[in-house]
């Protein structure tokens, strides 16, 4: 990517016209780090990922039982609400899809609701979450993730907008009824795809 803001721009213009870049966005060479609240600390011996609600078996993994978990390695485009895209972002993990196999869902499944520390929740459509693109992953370019982007683990689901990829996260919820999250409630998008612009829910104030 050229460092020139006006020959920046135009490449810009171009990903837009090939598809790549969506509508709004702008790339980012470098990883920005975004979230509310402090850094959770990670401690090995007392974390465990659980899954509960519209589940055959609810099960927790601890930290080692997790990363005895068959991955995938993913290489995709991301997009943040606040307008930067990254190119070509590398992830190591679980697939969600290879992982609900592990305990299997009631016919009433439609949404997942991922809880991460510090109460941070995101809700997403099972469906989406079942797209072969959606990890529960560990490793960014080939190293274990930093603290500030969600070690040990986050979810990675890059056709939605990134605040639904949630990291430092603890539980998976399968719901019959959609929950709206931590962002959601605020006035975010419930569905946030990217191609769509579906940064806010219309408000009545504007
Ligand atoms: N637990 C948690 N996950 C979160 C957030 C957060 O505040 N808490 N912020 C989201 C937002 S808005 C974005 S853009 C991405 C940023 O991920 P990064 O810091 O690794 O770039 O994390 C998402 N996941
Ligand atoms: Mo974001």
Redesign the pocket.
């Known amino acids: 990517m050229p460092t020139d803001p006006h020959s920046r721009r135009r490449e810009e213009e171009a990903m837009k016209a090939a598809g790549r870049l969506p509508p709004g966005q702008s790339l980012t060479q470098k990883?920005?780090?975004?979230?509310?609240?402090p850094v959770p600390r990670f401690d090995p011996a007392t974390w465990d990922l659980r899954v509960f609600g519209e589940v055959q078996r609810e099960m927790r993994w601890t930290w080692d039982e997790f990363l005895a978990l068959p991955t995938v390695t993913l290489k995709t485009d991301?997009h943040?609400?606040?307008r930067w895209s990254m190119f070509d972002t590398t992830w190591e993990g679980v697939s969600f899809r290879d992982f609900v196999e592990l305990f299997g869902l009631t016919p009433a499944a439609r949404f997942v609701i991922a809880h991460?520390?510090?109460d941070?929740t995101?809700n997403l459509p099972l469906d989406v979450m079942l797209e072969d693109n959606v990890l529960l992953a560990y490793k960014f370019n080939g190293a274990f993730?930093e603290p500030?982007?969600?070690f040990p683990l986050?979810t990675v689901v890059p056709q939605r907008?990134?605040?639904?990829?949630?990291?430092?996260?603890r539980a998976l919820e399968f719901s019959a009824e959609d929950k709206p999250g931590?962002?959601e409630q605020t006035g975010y998008h419930n569905e946030g795809d990217p191609w769509k612009e579906e940064r806010h829910e219309r408000s009545t104030f504007f």
């Not at 990883?31 to 609240?37: A, D, N, R």
């Not at 907008?161 to 990291?167: M, Q, T, V």
């Open positions: 990883f920005p780090v975004l979230h509310y609240g991301i943040c609400v606040t991460a520390e510090n941070y995101t993730l500030d982007h969600g986050r907008y990134f605040w639904k990829s949630a990291k430092w996260l931590f962002w």
